[in-house]
């Protein structure tokens, strides 16, 4: 082991898992018997360490005057078993499933959100964002890998790092940077392909060619891989290859992302669970106290189900010589608190519980032609939005007839994850895989679940060496962009710029087809996944059809200045394009806009936009993917001379001073220009950002009067709302923020401090945590009871308050304490106001969904059931805002860190029944049901910009 540090000597295999991390090794001229595992020193117990070869994917924060050992430098937190074990025991303070957290796009997974569903009034918790717990684990990886072995230290080996298959690219990008985070490079391999290179590189040459020989000479092989989080399918080809040459294997499709797993079973059992602990009174276990409920149900589930298995035996055959598992385990919830006294909760599961859970919610008999349900699920927890359907048998039904629609079942099965051990589970699965009327079902043997994803990635990297065989496949899906859609309707347009299939490094281009981009602004584009197995080429045009394609986050492009300032000097408004796409070695997507038509053309790189904006909120929610609609062509659409002439308009009153322009002139800007392109509400997004742009450069100019200041708040508020978006939103919201702290040039002005509020309500969804802090600083010593004596800030007096108050309940980024402090301010005033615009604050501020923030900035659920209470003694034919107020307030989500008790959304239910409220009111308080658009109108506007233009074929 004296390989020089900067020579990759080793292949090191990473399974950076839900439940486990696992990480295997190899030099790089051994043969297949070469590998090995790497027992990861960790924290057992709050003092001793251990070298186990699997450390839980956990972290766990002490409790203030706790003190356990920091050997590898993890603090604040403890990794490992030791965190394992305290996070069952400490309520809240467990960080879980960080994996799953990485492709959930209803949260920005940047942002400190875990633990999830921490108290508010948690100072002393330490919170991180899904991206760093991930790397925090990554990083304990190398210490103790750079303590073991000094002289190959783990940056500077060859390291494979395992993905699901599903996971989208968004979800790959993230876990890169994670790798990066943590000081490692790394190349990615999808999960079931590196449990089939460990079959491979234990059946060896051999056992390929008996495995041909048992299925006629070409098998598909399904690999269903069900960890912790996830379910994991793939369909995989082996076929015999010329005289001589060892076989040829394919990886032929990748289902679907499916947050379906091990933690759904767990969740499942803790729902058994939970009514024997609390007595049958009804009352639901906190957040904290729950997720100890969900790690004992795990615990209970694996003594009760692993004794059926071998750690090193085939899952078709289990261990008949393994000790019998026990008939029943304990399951046991540590109490606190006043309402459940006197000790422990206590509990058993029987093993035919268990069993029977898992079996028949989870495998049970499926035929051919089944089909999971879709939609929002029921079992949710920890806000992580889980399969609707938990049957993983529909799902691997459908994955197959999707993907193999002439076959009627494969030829052999290949099972990893834990659930597998459980011998009846492994059966169950073959026997409805069988069942379907296709050819004999082969069950491949496996060694062990928990290590051949971290194996096989390292036999991955020996085969790319020429050292064994290689799966052969490419991209899993293909990417589309999509194009604005026909003026006269029908469905969007999209074209190819990666085909499904696609190889390594191979470089795509839409060819034929020639775009035109918008410049002097960041322009962004809709992009588009499908794993449909038709045969897309690079450029082709198609429908996006609503069950082939997912929506993926938008990416963006940047120009330079001198392309901006080109635009602004109306030298040139477009550059001329082809898209090009490429998949590449370490397992994510590059995209770019490479000009054409010059003679040293320009490559400018489309990025993901991965920050919260909606879109992903909606989806994730339960709503359908935001679609650009087609719509009739207005003045506002057509742009060219009318968009030209309202620019003008603003240049005349907010440009260089012109001594012609009357005061009347400047009051009824907005009036002219709704003349030249129409009524506001026919702007497109793109009329309003260019009209934004037009004004934003001559701010200073509403300094000239009241009317120019007045004016000039109105429209730019109007102009930029919801404050995203478009790709260049950022920016503009970067150039605009300053403004607030001048406030107001003519401060006696009421109507100039109502349209100031106005503007920043309209944008507020483009601003940022600091800034929307710092206008809540500036607006609560004017909002806040006299009796709090708030310092109010010298030379401010605000009028319009009620503006400013709907503006302070607009933003959703302020940190969760203070917004219920805002919302028991409100509150208060009810008593003696009965003004409906207090109720709409508070309904805004609890809110259960955010309209355009990360779910983890919603208020606690015990504000909300305060507020509740309050507005259920209300007179609701007296408050319009009483039951839309109360419906934002008890809406169902099915997470219970954000959900108000069942008792109290029983009460509001009953209640806007009785008042007659619409019945999808009612529905949404009782269940989990989409958000309306019009339920976001406040804010979200106009359809976002497509940015592309197809100009040539």
Not at 140 to 148: E, F, I, L
Not at 496 to 507: L, Q
Request: proline share 8%; glycine share 10%; aromatic share 6%.
């Amino acid at each position: 082991m004296s390989a020089p540090a900067n020579h990759p000597s080793l292949i090191v295999g990473i399974d950076l898992g839900t439940t486990h991390t696992v990480v295997a090794w190899a030099e790089r001229d051994a043969g297949p018997g070469g590998i090995r595992v790497f027992s990861i020193p960790q924290l057992v117990t709050a003092t001793e360490v251990e070298a186990r070869p699997l450390l839980p994917s956990l972290l766990y924060a002490p409790l203030p005057g706790e003190a356990p050992a920091d050997p590898f430098g993890d603090a604040p937190f403890a990794i490992g078993e030791h965190a394992r074990r305290r996070g069952g025991e400490v309520p809240g303070r467990l960080i879980a499933s960080a994996k799953s957290w990485l492709c959930h796009p209803t949260v920005d997974r940047t942002a400190p959100i875990l633990p999830w569903g921490a108290p508010e009034d948690a100072a002393s918790l330490p919170r991180v964002s899904p991206l760093d717990a991930s790397a925090r684990l990554l990083a304990h990886v190398r210490r103790t890998w750079d303590d073991a072995f000094p002289d190959r230290p783990l940056a500077a080996q060859e390291v494979v790092l395992t993905v699901p298959a599903s996971f989208d690219q968004v979800a790959r990008e993230l876990t890169v940077e994670a790798a990066r985070s943590a000081g490692l490079s790394a190349r990615l391999l999808e999960e079931p392909q590196a449990a089939f290179y460990d079959f491979m590189r234990l059946a060896g040459t051999e056992g390929l060619d008996a495995l041909l020989a048992r299925s006629g000479g070409d098998a598909t092989v399904l690999v269903c891989d069900v960890g912790g989080g996830t379910t994991d399918l793939s369909l995989i080809r082996v076929a015999r290859a010329a005289e001589g040459r060892p076989a040829e294997v394919s990886r032929v499709a990748v289902g679907h992302h499916l947050l379906l797993g091990g933690d759904n079973m767990d969740l499942a059992l803790a729902h058994l669970c939970e009514p024997r602990l609390v007595g049958g009174t009804g009352e639901k276990l906190d957040p904290a106290r729950f997720g100890q409920l969900v790690l004992a149900c795990r615990a209970a589930k694996e003594r009760l189900l692993d004794g059926g298995a071998s750690a090193g035996g085939g899952a078709s055959a289990g261990s008949r010589d393994a000790p019998a598992p026990p008939d029943e385990a304990p399951v046991t919830v540590l109490s606190h608190g006043a309402r459940l006294v006197g000790g422990a909760l206590t509990t058993r599961l029987r093993r035919e519980e268990v069993e029977g859970i898992v079996l028949d919610g989870f495998f049970p008999e499926a035929p051919r032609d089944a089909r999971p349900q879709r939609g929002r699920s029921g079992l949710v927890a920890f806000g992580l939005p889980y399969e609707r359907d938990a049957a993983i048998t529909r799902h691997v039904a459908w994955f197959f007839a999707r993907h193999a629609p002439e076959a009627r079942g494969p030829t052999a099965l290949l099972l990893n994850g834990g659930v597998f051990r459980a011998r009846r589970v492994a059966e169950r699965l073959a026997q409805v895989i069988e069942r379907w009327g296709g050819p004999r079902l082969d069950v491949l043997p496996h060694a062990d679940p928990d290590l051949a994803v971290a194996r096989g990635a390292v036999a991955y990297g020996l085969a790319l060496a020429g050292r064994g065989v290689r799966i052969e496949g490419g991209a899993a899906r293909g990417y589309y962009v999509g194009l604005e859609p026909p003026a006269g309707g029908g469905p969007r347009p999209a074209v190819c710029v990666v085909p499904r299939g696609a190889k390594e490094g191979s470089v795509h281009a839409a060819a034929g087809r020639t775009f035109a981009l918008a410049v002097g602004r960041p322009v962004r584009f809709d992009l588009f996944a499908s794993d449909d197995a038709r045969a897309d080429r690079a450029g082709d045009l198609v429908p996006l059809e609503e069950d082939r394609f997912e929506p993926l986050p938008p990416v963006a492009v940047a120009f330079d200045a001198g392309d901006a300032a080109r635009a602004a000097a109306g030298k040139q408004a477009e550059v001329r394009v082809q898209i090009e796409g490429e998949l590449t070695a370490i397992g994510t997507l590059d995209l770019a806009c490479v000009e054409v038509g010059v003679p040293a053309p320009r490559r400018f790189r489309l990025a993901f936009q991965l920050r919260e904006d909606g879109r992903g909120a909606r989806a994730a929610e339960g709503g359908a993917p935001e679609r650009a609609q087609a719509r009739p062509p207005t003045a506002a659409t057509q742009g060219g001379r009318r968009l030209e002439e309202a620019r003008e308009a603003i240049e005349r009153v907010f440009g260089k001073g012109r001594p012609d322009v009357a005061p009347r002139e400047v009051k009824n800007l907005v009036r002219e220009l709704e003349r030249v392109l129409g009524e506001r509400a026919t702007w497109t997004t793109e009329t309003a950002r260019a009209l934004f742009d037009t004004l934003a450069p001559s701010a200073r100019s509403r300094r000239r009067s009241a009317d120019h200041e007045r004016v000039f708040w109105s429209l730019a508020g109007y102009c930029l709302r919801p404050g995203f978006g478009d790709a260049g939103d950022p920016a503009r919201v970067a150039a605009i923020a300053p403004l607030f702290a001048e406030r107001l040039v003519f401060p006696q002005e009421a109507r100039s401090w109502q349209q100031f509020w106005i503007a920043w309500r309209r944008i507020a969804g483009g601003l940022d945590e600091p800034l929307q802090v710092a206008i809540r600083d500036l607006a609560d010593p004017f909002l806040a009871p006299a009796e709090q004596r708030l310092k109010k800030p010298k030379g401010v007096k605000p009028e319009a308050l009620d503006d400013l108050l709907e503006l302070c309940a607009s933003l959703e980024r302020v940190p969760a304490g203070r917004r219920s402090e805002l919302g028991a301010w409100i509150l208060e005033r009810t008593w003696t106001d009965r003004d409906a615009r207090l109720w709409a604050a508070i309904g805004r501020i609890g809110a259960r969904v955010p309209a355009y923030a990360s779910v983890h900035h919603v208020v606690s659920p015990a504000a909300a059931e305060r507020w509740l209470d309050h507005l259920m003694r209300e007179k609701w034919q007296e408050l319009p805002s009483a039951a839309p107020a109360a419906v934002q307030l008890a809406r169902r989500t099915g997470d219970r860190a954000r959900d108000v008790s069942d008792r109290i959304r029983g009460e509001v239910e009953r209640r806007l029944a009785k008042a007659g409220a619409p019945e999808a009111w009612v529905r949404a308080v009782r269940e989990v049901v989409a958000v309306e658009e019009a339920e976001r109108a406040a804010f979200f506007g106009e359809g976002l910009p497509v940015g592309l233009r197809l100009v040539s074929e």
